[in-house]
């Protein structure tokens, strides 16, 4: 069992949905999580951080950590075709220098 | 501001030859981590440097090396290149205390034939 698990998609949904994008994983020492957008030939952008479990709320975005299920969510309101893009999750063990473990990334197509 | 920058953006080897990758941290940033990313995969760590050194390394063979300069600019070098070795190659950067957020750079393409 990988330790991240993430539906790889293709994800296609039509203007203005909501989505809903999730992970699990498996070490529970695990307390840093975070959501990287990733356009076609260009580098992770971070998009949100969440430290242990909770929500998250920044504008149109929502991150969600359940670590009793061991489960993250990213939710997206009111999608725009610039939000078409790879997402992926990430996490860490430990603060500041603990390397991040990624998520496969979905492919969200958001049709205008 | 400048981000993370990498050199070069796309690259053509061959079997057996020797690549040099470059990258400069975001400004202020002192820890450079470099991340491999194949086709339809995420990114898996590499290894990472602070102080001119390297501080932890993920699974990747010793073909993989690399190094941190006092400007904390960084290199990653691959000798032996294989054909499994095509990838983006990201450089990402950080503060060493105080922050488990990475910046990323738009990565080198790196092809090997």
């Known amino acids: 069992q990988k330790?991240?698990?993430?539906?790889p998609g293709p994800l296609s949904v039509p203007e203005g949905a909501i989505?809903?994008?999730n992970c699990t994983y498996s070490n529970s020492a695990f307390q840093y999580f975070m959501w990287y957008r990733q356009y076609s030939r260009k580098g992770p952008e971070l998009l949100m951080y969440?430290?242990?479990s909770g929500n998250k709320e920044d504008g149109r975005f929502t991150a969600q950590v359940d670590k009793s299920s061991k489960y993250i969510s990213l939710f997206i309101r009111d999608s725009q075709p610039s939000d078409s893009a790879t997402y992926l999750c990430a996490m860490s063990a430990g603060s500041g220098n603990t390397p991040l473990v990624f998520g496969k990334g979905?492919?969200?197509s958001v049709i205008a | 501001d400048a981000g993370v920058t990498?050199?070069?953006?796309?690259l053509i080897k061959t079997r057996g030859q020797q690549v040099t990758l470059r990258c400069s941290p975001k400004s202020g940033h002192d820890t450079v981590s470099w991340y491999q990313q194949a086709l339809g995969q995420g990114p898996q760590f590499i290894f990472q440097y602070y102080e001119e050194?390297?501080?932890q390394r993920g699974n990747f063979p010793d073909r993989f090396s690399g190094h941190q300069f006092p400007n904390y600019s960084s290199e990653l070098n691959v000798n032996a290149l294989l054909l499994g070795?095509?990838?983006?190659y990201l450089c990402a950067s950080s503060f060493w205390e105080g922050s488990?957020?990475?910046f990323f750079g738009s990565g080198t393409q790196l092809s090997v034939l």
Do not use: C, I, N
Not at chain 1, 3 to 7: F, I
Not at chain 2, 6 to 10: G, I, K, L, V
């Open chain 1, 50 to 52: 969440t430290y242990s």
């Open chain 2, 53 to 55: 050194e390297e501080r």
């Open chain 2, 85 to 88: 070795d095509s990838a983006l």
């Open chain 2, 6 to 10: 990498q050199s070069p953006t796309h």
């Open chain 1, 19 to 21: 989505v809903s994008l």
């Open chain 2, 100 to 102: 488990e957020k990475l």
């Open chain 1, 3 to 7: 330790e991240v698990e993430q539906d």
């Open chain 1, 106 to 108: 979905t492919r969200l």
